[in-house]
């Protein structure tokens, strides 16, 4: 029996669009759970161990040592090296035309995609669990990433484009953001309650 597609609800757009506002507002709904940027988990929560929403440090979030545990056995089993490593080859120029058109990729880069997107689905599966959510809300907002996890069989991608009036973007990029953690700050884990 094939496992049950793991629904993301993607939020696309740009930088200071209101992102961070619909994540939390979607995270509100029954069966809903936003995670924040996903595309940026490696380096900023696995690496740098980042705040969490929770307050505490990425390792040590209750829900997220769940998910790791879940999806890898453990901090201790999984290469973070490595998955950092592919992550960054993801993000770089050489991979922008091979994630586009798939029929471009050499024998290596195929190779790297598929290891990447097998912890990718990996880490999704175990947060669908760990959360009990319908639908993961992910804001990492950029094309690349969706067409990664739009690959990914067992991922039933959704993506909502965000567009926010252009005076309003420039007029937030005046302004210091406020940070209080990490990548996750301002993710609402589970049904309208945080860690």
């Known amino acids: ?38 595309w940026n988990v490696w380096q900023e929560c696995f690496v740098e161990n980042q705040l969490c929403g929770c307050g505490h440090p990425f390792r040590e979030c209750p829900f997220w040592h769940a998910v790791v545990e879940e999806a890898f056995g453990g901090f201790d089993q999984l290469d973070v090296a490595e ?13 922008m035309l091979p994630i586009l058109y798939p029929s471009l990729r050499t024998a290596a880069q195929k190779s790297n995609i598929e290891r990447y997107q097998s912890y990718l689905q990996r880490l999704y599966r175990a947060i669908k669990s760990v959360s009990g959510s319908r639908v993961i809300v992910d804001s990492s907002k950029g094309p690349r990433y969706a067409m990664l996890l739009n690959e990914i069989p067992e991922i039933d991608l959704r993506v909502v484009h965000l ?29 309208g309650k945080s860690f």
Do not use: C, N
């Open 1 to 38: 029996m094939a496992a049950e597609p793991i629904k993301v609800l993607y939020i696309g757009g740009y930088g200071r669009s209101g992102s961070t506002l619909l994540l939390q507002l979607l995270g509100q709904i029954e069966g809903f759970h936003s995670v924040g940027e996903l």
């Open 83 to 95: 998955i950092d490593r592919l992550s960054l080859i993801m993000r770089s120029t050489q991979y």
């Open 163 to 191: 567009i926010r009036d252009s005076r309003g973007v420039a007029y937030s990029w005046q302004k210091k953001a406020h940070q209080t953690g990490g990548l996750l700050e301002d993710a609402v884990h589970g049904s």
